[in-house]
């Protein structure tokens, strides 16, 4: 989750330029389908109070497509939504929406944390969190605009690279029984679907 606001004034006219950029996404390892309904529907609550359900439609693609392991083929999480270059209709409306994107985070996240911190696992999924989070790294150091903006500009390396897991492996063509959890985490959950729509009941 991460939500940011820049302001700055044109060289050219001189007049003051804002934006906003921003949202949320997870990338679980053992997920269920209702905690990836439930993240979806968050998401898609906060854009249709402020906006409408084109606009979550939007930042979910936006996020989608963003998160995308283009080397791998493959999704990094499950979603949910991005946006950047966000200053319309008017400050306060679109201030009013990140704040709430913010809050509306708490609100995804937490349940899951409140269910799951109990839960006990045993090496071999230890071992597959740490080879998933080497997906994460992959993404952050390839793609990801705020770090290459960051290390290619000449920032504090330390800072820039917070982010990281401080654990993570990598193996050579990693294989997953086929019918186990981990393999259904990348045929079943890291596909683009419309989460928010789905049927749990």
């Not at 929406?97 to 230890?126: C, H, M, N, W």
């Not at 998933?132 to 960051?150: A, S």
């Amino acid at each position: 989750m991460n939500v940011r606001f820049f302001r700055t004034r044109s060289a050219k006219t001189g007049e003051i330029v804002w934006w906003f950029g921003g949202g949320y996404d997870l990338t679980p390892y053992y997920p269920t389908i209702q905690e990836c309904v439930d993240w979806h529907r968050a998401a898609k609550s906060v854009c249709e109070n402020h906006f409408d359900t084109a606009f979550y439609q939007k930042l979910k693609q936006w996020c989608d497509d963003y998160f995308f392991i283009k080397h791998r083929n493959s999704a990094r999480g499950i979603g949910g939504i991005f946006f950047d270059d966000l200053n319309t209709p008017d400050f306060d409306t679109t201030f009013a929406f990140v704040r709430d994107v913010g809050e509306s985070f708490i609100g995804a996240y937490q349940p899951i944390v409140l269910t799951r911190k109990d839960e006990a696992y045993t090496e071999e999924q230890r071992q597959f969190q740490l080879y998933r989070r080497g997906r994460y790294v992959e993404f952050n150091l390839v793609y990801d605009r705020g770090t290459l903006f960051g290390l290619q500009s000449g920032g504090r390396v330390e800072s820039i690279l917070m982010s990281m897991p401080p654990l993570v492996r990598f193996d050579y063509d990693w294989q997953n029984s086929p019918e186990s959890s981990e393999s259904k985490l990348e045929s079943e959950f890291l596909v683009p679907k419309d989460w928010a729509n789905v049927n749990v009941g």
